[in-house]
């Protein structure tokens, strides 16, 4: 069956991720249309077209374990000159995605990664374009803001295409507008805004 390039995000709902998307293309990415706004949990990664099912009932199994948690974004951010990226900044919700990514690469589950650079949830704006393009978009979205609550994260794959397509959503076991706990700081595995377990 071969290997197929999978990737694991939370998506940036109506109408925040079409303006984005919108502003992304109209900076000159051409990888605009191709890529879904979202906030990464697993970037591109490699895996057997076998191995699909399985990585859908792990995602399934995290996200039962879940329970909605607040997102919200403001101003922009920026990996240059390390990585030609800029960024809206995630600002409320941080905490919360970095404890599911972490699930999601687990070494127990199918989807082991290794990152090349320390997990930072962002929403990329611009990528890999000129310069004055890159400072375009720093500077024209450093007031955008945007809030709403997470009770999802999907499962995409990149076609032959470059196009980014989902194959399966995962609702939070919690969802249905439950309350979520306000983050208390740190990194672990309790995090009360987002497990839903006390």
């Given at each position: 069956?071969?290997?197929?390039t999978l990737?694991v995000?939370?998506?940036v709902?109506?109408?925040?991720?079409?303006?984005?998307?919108?502003r992304?293309?109209?900076?000159?990415?051409?990888?605009?249309?191709?890529?879904?706004?979202?906030?990464?949990?697993?970037?591109p990664?490699?895996?057997?077209?076998?191995?699909v099912?399985?990585?859908?009932?792990?995602?399934a199994?995290?996200?039962a374990?879940?329970?909605p948690?607040?997102?919200r974004?403001?101003?922009?951010?920026?990996?240059?000159?390390?990585?030609p990226?800029?960024?809206?900044?995630?600002?409320?919700?941080?905490?919360?995605?970095?404890?599911?990514?972490?699930?999601?690469r687990?070494?127990?589950g199918?989807?082991?990664r290794?990152?090349?650079?320390?997990?930072?949830p962002?929403?990329?704006?611009?990528?890999?374009i000129?310069?004055?393009?890159?400072?375009?978009?720093?500077e024209?979205?450093a007031?955008y803001?945007?809030?709403?609550?997470?009770s999802?994260f999907?499962?995409?794959?990149?076609?032959g295409d470059?196009?980014w397509?989902?194959i399966?959503?995962?609702?939070?076991?919690a969802?249905?507008?439950?309350?979520?706990?306000?983050?208390?700081?740190?990194?672990?595995?309790?995090?009360?805004?987002?497990?839903?377990?006390?």
């Amino acid at each position: 069956m071969g290997t197929v390039t999978l990737g694991v995000s939370i998506a940036v709902p109506e109408p925040f991720g079409t303006l984005l998307q919108q502003r992304r293309a109209g900076f000159g990415d051409p990888a605009a249309h191709g890529i879904p706004t979202h906030v990464t949990l697993l970037p591109p990664t490699e895996a057997k077209a076998a191995d699909v099912p399985a990585a859908e009932a792990y995602l399934a199994r995290i996200a039962a374990d879940c329970r909605p948690f607040p997102m919200r974004l403001c101003g922009t951010g920026t990996f240059r000159p390390l990585s030609p990226v800029v960024y809206v900044r995630v600002v409320e919700g941080a905490s919360s995605c970095a404890w599911l990514q972490k699930r999601v690469r687990d070494a127990s589950g199918p989807l082991t990664r290794e990152l090349q650079f320390p997990y930072h949830p962002h929403v990329t704006v611009a990528h890999a374009i000129d310069e004055a393009a890159m400072d375009r978009a720093y500077e024209e979205l450093a007031e955008y803001e945007a809030a709403w609550t997470c009770s999802s994260f999907a499962l995409y794959e990149q076609g032959g295409d470059r196009v980014w397509r989902k194959i399966n959503e995962f609702p939070f076991g919690a969802g249905g507008g439950a309350p979520a706990l306000p983050a208390q700081g740190g990194l672990c595995a309790d995090e009360p805004s987002l497990h839903g377990r006390t």
